[in-house]
């Protein structure tokens, strides 16, 4: 199969004007596909609570033609104020929006179909991967792929909703042609934790985050600052970085060179100045704030050299189930992780030898894989040079065409 068309449904973040890494992979499939690889893209965005606006965007990328951009109304908000929308919480009228907008988009561009149909739809999310198999039995789409990229047996607190939740999973992994995970535990959590039929599920198909590596910020190991320990993500008990200063002040009784950089904003924001305070740690604790901005984020991060991701063992949480792009952003950076035992990747950081996972969660262990770090600084840069190497070694342009060769598709450059 050599297809032409792609159809991509996903939601976005658009903060500021810009695509942010909550994106999802947006940026990432834009730029694979743009690679005279196809001669017609549909971008369908579904913009997340927090976004600057949040009407859906489709956007017609055609190689011989400007690229076009149509805008959905926002009449599902019923007078709604966006700013009132939390980035943290799912909304149903925001799912509604986002079932409307694929039949919405496909009636705007209803004039491709006189001629032929979608070679490849790509659903992200189990609503919009569902309504690529629809539009499969309707004649329009040859192939349908459901994309993972945040996902969890448990997602939410509410039982019904959840039930509602695994079921459009289910629906969508027994009917699509094949199912893009983010990591490898979400199709063993299926059939283990959730007794999925393995026979009706689709081809599972693992399709990690892959930033590679960003050459132009890594630093030489003399302009680093070694005993700069960074965290960057978003502030929220999910991520752990309430457990991160408490680790932090025992590192700083024992190691006082130690500096600390929080880059990112949340819900925990005000709890952590509070905290800072309280423990006069001002001198030692850098917190930025939110920075949309990618490029500025691994600006500052690269500026050291270890990458911290205290994610704590919580009920329902989505990070044994995520390729926590932190991670692999700190990879991208040449950053030495010291993780929490809870995401997949922690299984990689201990047998590639890419840093430290601690036994548990708690603030003492974490405390203590960060002053193994500090103390050796022989053994952290040995660390950083392997994580370099594995980021040279993983691309998105590898990821997408290894996934798509088991699903024996295969693009010839136009």
Not at 360 to 382: H, M, T, Y
Request: charged share 25%; net charge positive; glycine share 6%.
């Amino acid at each position: 199969m050599d297809p032409k068309v792609v159809f991509v449904s996903t939601y976005t973040f658009i903060k500021n004007g810009i695509r942010t890494n909550a994106s999802g992979p947006v940026i990432p499939l834009r730029c694979y596909f743009w690679n005279k690889k196809v001669d017609v893209i549909f971008f369908l965005e579904q913009p997340l609570p927090g976004s600057d606006d949040l009407r859906v965007i489709l956007t017609e990328m055609n190689l011989r033609l400007p690229e076009k951009k149509f805008i959905m109304q926002q009449a599902f908000l019923f007078g709604k104020d966006i700013s009132s929308f939390d980035s943290n919480k799912t909304y149903f009228r925001l799912k509604f929006r986002d079932l409307i907008s694929n039949f919405w988009a496909l009636f705007k561009i209803k004039w491709y179909f006189r001629k032929d149909c979608i070679d490849i739809f790509i659903g992200v999310e189990s609503i919009n991967a569902i309504c690529g198999i629809i539009f499969k039995k309707l004649g329009l789409v040859k192939k349908v792929i459901y994309y993972i990229f945040d996902w969890a047996p448990r997602r939410y607190h509410n039982l019904i909703i959840n039930k509602i939740y695994l079921f459009l999973d289910r629906l969508a992994t027994y009917h699509a042609d094949a199912t893009w995970n983010i990591t490898y535990t979400i199709s063993e959590a299926r059939r283990n934790i959730l007794n999925y039929d393995q026979k009706k599920m689709s081809l599972q198909i693992y399709v990690p985050y892959s930033p590679g590596v960003f050459e132009k910020y890594l630093r030489s190991e003399k302009d680093i600052d070694s005993d700069l320990i960074v965290y960057a993500g978003g502030l929220i008990r999910e991520n752990g970085p309430h457990l991160l200063l408490e680790a932090f002040r025992i590192v700083l009784n024992k190691y006082f060179k130690a500096k600390l950089l929080i880059i990112g904003g949340g819900e925990l924001e005000e709890e952590l100045y509070t905290y800072i305070r309280k423990w006069n740690l001002e001198k030692a604790v850098t917190l930025t704030g939110y920075i949309p901005e990618e490029e500025k984020v691994i600006n500052l991060q690269s500026k050291g050299v270890i990458g911290t991701a205290p994610y704590p063992v919580m009920r329902g949480s989505r990070k044994p189930f995520g390729d926590v792009i932190k991670i692999r952003m700190y990879f991208a950076c040449g950053l030495v992780p010291v993780s929490t035992p809870v995401p997949p990747v922690a299984k990689e950081i201990v047998e590639e030898k890419l840093g430290i996972v601690t036994l548990d969660d708690s603030p003492e262990e974490f405390a203590k894989g960060i002053l193994e770090l500090l103390r050796d600084k022989e053994r952290l840069f040995v660390l950083r040079r392997n994580v370099i190497d594995k980021a040279r070694k993983t691309s998105w342009e590898n990821t997408y065409t290894s996934a798509f060769m088991e699903m024996k598709i295969c693009f010839k450059r136009r």
